[in-house]
């Protein structure tokens, strides 16, 4: 008897709960609106990815933030777990996408070509927002016949992560600065069951190679894969596996990535992004590691990943949805992002604060000014696809000549 | 006359009052199901993104000419059939043989009977990540070759053994589902038949292949079907394994990952929805053949 008095006690503090919680916070929203001005208080729906908790804070805060600035305009974040492309692309066709979102620079032409976004020119005007702060490599990744739709949250460029110990016990004092060091360096480094490098079979790393070597698989907006500069430097990459045999991938070590095979001291060196950093600290707390730029070959190159917001075409309070873009990506929420460390900051003034802030990190934040942008155009995924088939070929011995393998992955995109 | 009318109006009652009943199903799996089906078939003639629906233009077979010259659809073909080759055998005769040794009179088979399901509930990726796990190229499988002095080779990331290696971990996650369909099928079968048997003086085998396996027939071609159309459905296995790739080299790259790819990824709707309707063909023809071969009396 008495336990069921209990139960229906709790459920009845249960209901109440939620009802007074689901209640609560429209009313504050209502009495500070009296306050302020007579506006309707409108919500705005932001869509991302959450890779980490300490992402998830940090848009918390910002967000925070902006609700002192803007008391009347709510933000509610909406969270895609699972395949991010996937769930957008059918919000979008259904019409129940937010209103602004996160969108990665790979798939973007894509979307801006398709007109599901909003194209952010006007606004920019109207506010009154500086642009040319912003690194050119990352704005230039969500411009599409001559309009912008996407103002960069932040970035992230490739740079070399070498063990430090390692390399004072093989006898080098400095992190390699052209390709003949590398190699230099990748052959001293390989011993007891240890490889020089670890090398993923992936465009999104050995791209870097290939415009460090002048070529480019994407140029003039056409797939320009089998260019000769392009077949060497996939020559030269795969060769570190293949012929010199200081290096290997991932999966041959027995480890998910290249992070994995770094952490567990299989690799000297690795070439990352700064999601190393979060990562070696919780894997490998203790390892004594440096980052330094990439070694360059003709020239200095490196990848450069970003993610922007863009604005759904269909949203329905267009100016608050951009005041929201222009806060995020602009001081006031970029200092978050230094804060947190994650990702580099978009704007260049505050990639100097990122630099003052993390010294050790400096590489990253340096590699930004001759970075190339991860984007191809609207076949951007089958570039990548043929791309990588044709590194695995190469390294799984099945063609020898990346020339020939590099014609085989244009056939492929070509038609 | 009037018990006629009587017996129509009551006929009619009983028709609207069934149907009534199956009403929420009727309407469900007409929106969520018919429907689209019906949506996909009219956008696998089109060119067509979800981005941009308005965009979409009518291009007729374009989208299954386009199909028989794509190389990375042949390949997944191939890998399918392969994979459905290799699976339903192996997979029906493992559970055929499972489900006869719980059905005898051993110990403990109460415990064999659950551990053997035990893979069948388990989510397929979680199987398929405990797997990378066993067979990455310094686990325990090639700890345990390396034993006997065998280089193992570096399974899911072998053009040569990625297949295989999916093969093997579909076998052993699902034989437990088809094991507890058999063995339901064996307790079937009316013990008289065994006893009669026996008087005349059948032996093991005999009544095994004389009675046992007659018996299990309509089982047997119930379970054959659901694996085949199983196998040619293949998809998590293969996304898990190959990082959504299909790699290396295509090796894992089967059907329903490329239509998943080519909707998903490449944003073309149309095509990857052509390429479903293909797949619905060959299942259909497939499960057409193999119900000629069983022939309908006994199903």
């Known amino acids: 008897m008495g336990k069921k008095f209990l139960s229906i006690l709790v459920l009845i503090f249960f209901v109440l709960a939620t009802v007074l919680a689901g209640c609560s916070p429209s009313k504050t929203s209502e009495s500070k609106t009296e306050t302020q001005e007579t506006v309707k208080p409108v919500t705005i729906k932001l869509g991302m990815w959450s890779s980490s908790p300490a992402e998830m804070k940090i848009v918390e805060d910002q967000i925070a933030k902006f609700k002192e600035k803007y008391p009347n305009i709510n933000v509610q974040i909406e969270t895609i777990v699972g395949d991010y492309m996937q769930q957008l692309q059918t919000q979008l066709a259904a019409n129940t996408a937010p209103d602004i979102f996160y969108l990665d620079s790979m798939p973007a032409p894509q979307l801006m070509s398709s007109g599901v976004l909003e194209p952010l020119d006007e606004y920019i005007k109207k506010y009154n927002v500086d642009v040319n702060d912003f690194e050119p490599a990352l704005l230039s990744a969500f411009q599409w016949e001559g309009k912008t739709y996407g103002l960069p949250k932040d970035y992230n460029t490739l740079a070399l992560f070498y063990n430090k110990d390692m390399f004072k016990e093989a006898g080098i004092n400095e992190p390699p600065k052209t390709w003949e060091e590398l190699k230099d360096a990748a052959k001293k480094l390989t011993k007891d069951g240890v490889k020089g490098l670890v090398l993923s079979i992936d465009l999104a790393r050995f791209n870097a190679f290939i415009h460090q070597n002048g070529g480019s698989v994407y140029k003039g907006g056409k797939p320009t894969l089998n260019l000769p500069e392009n077949a060497q430097a996939l020559d030269f990459y795969v060769g570190f596996i293949t012929k010199d045999k200081v290096a290997d991938t991932p999966q041959n070590m027995g480890e998910g990535w290249n992070g994995d095979a770094f952490a567990a001291k299989k690799a000297a060196m690795a070439i990352e992004g700064g999601w190393m950093i979060p990562f070696l600290k919780e894997k490998a707390p203790d390892l004594n590691y440096g980052i330094a730029e990439l070694p360059a070959g003709k020239q200095k190159a490196t990848m450069v990943f970003t993610v922007a917001y863009v604005m759904n075409k269909n949203s329905k309070h267009k100016d608050e949805a951009f005041k929201l873009i222009e806060f995020l990506t602009g001081k006031e929420g970029q200092q978050f992002v230094v804060e947190a460390g994650l990702a580099l900051p978009s704007r260049k003034s505050m990639g100097a604060k990122f630099k003052e802030k993390y010294p050790e990190r400096a590489a990253l934040v340096d590699g930004a000014s001759y970075a190339v942008p991860w984007q191809f155009g609207l076949d951007g995924p089958k570039i990548v696809d043929a791309a990588n088939k044709a590194c695995e070929a190469l390294i799984m011995g099945q063609i020898t000549n990346a020339q020939q393998a590099l014609d085989n992955a244009q056939k492929e995109v070509g038609q | ?299």
Do not use: H
Not at chain 2, 95 to 115: C, E
Not at chain 2, 131 to 150: E, H, P, R, S, W
Not at chain 2, 176 to 193: C, H, K, R, T
């Open chain 2, 1 to 299: 006359m009037g018990t006629k009318m009587a017996m129509r109006k009551r006929y009619l009652y009983e028709a609207l009052t069934g149907y009534a009943f199956m009403l929420p199903f009727i309407a469900s799996i007409s929106i969520f199901l018919i429907g689209p089906l019906i949506y996909a078939f009219i956008i696998s003639f089109k060119e067509f993104s979800f981005l941009n629906p308005g965009a979409s233009r009518w291009i007729g077979f374009e989208n299954y000419i386009k199909l028989f010259s794509d190389p990375t659809f042949k390949r997944a073909l191939l890998n399918t059939t392969l994979y459905s080759l290799g699976v339903v055998p192996t997979q029906l005769i493992i559970a055929l043989i499972l489900a006869l040794i719980v059905n005898s009179d051993i110990k403990g088979k109460t415990f064999f009977r659950v551990a053997y399901y035990i893979p069948t509930v388990t989510s397929t990726v979680a199987v398929s990540v405990i797997f990378l796990y066993l067979f990455k190229a310094d686990g325990l499988v090639n700890a345990l070759l390396a034993k006997f002095g065998i280089q193992g080779p570096t399974w899911f990331y072998d053009v040569r053994f990625a297949l295989p290696s999916i093969m093997m971990m579909a076998i052993w996650s699902s034989v437990g589902n088809y094991m507890v369909i058999f063995l339901a099928g064996l307790q079937d079968i009316p013990s008289e038949l065994y006893e009669a048997a026996e008087v005349d003086g059948a032996n093991k085998f005999q009544r095994f292949f004389k009675i046992t396996l007659p018996m299990l027939r309509p089982i047997v071609f119930f379970n054959l079907v659901m694996s085949l159309i199983g196998t040619f459905q293949v998809f998590d296995q293969a996304y898990v394994v190959s990082r959504g790739t299909g790699g290396p080299l295509d090796a894992t790259m089967t059907v329903v990952l490329y239509i998943y790819r080519t909707g998903f990824r490449d944003f073309n709707m149309g095509y990857a929805s052509a390429m479903a309707f293909v797949l619905f063909v060959i299942i259909l023809i497939l499960t057409l053949i193999q119900r000629r071969l069983f022939k309908e009396e006994t199903y």
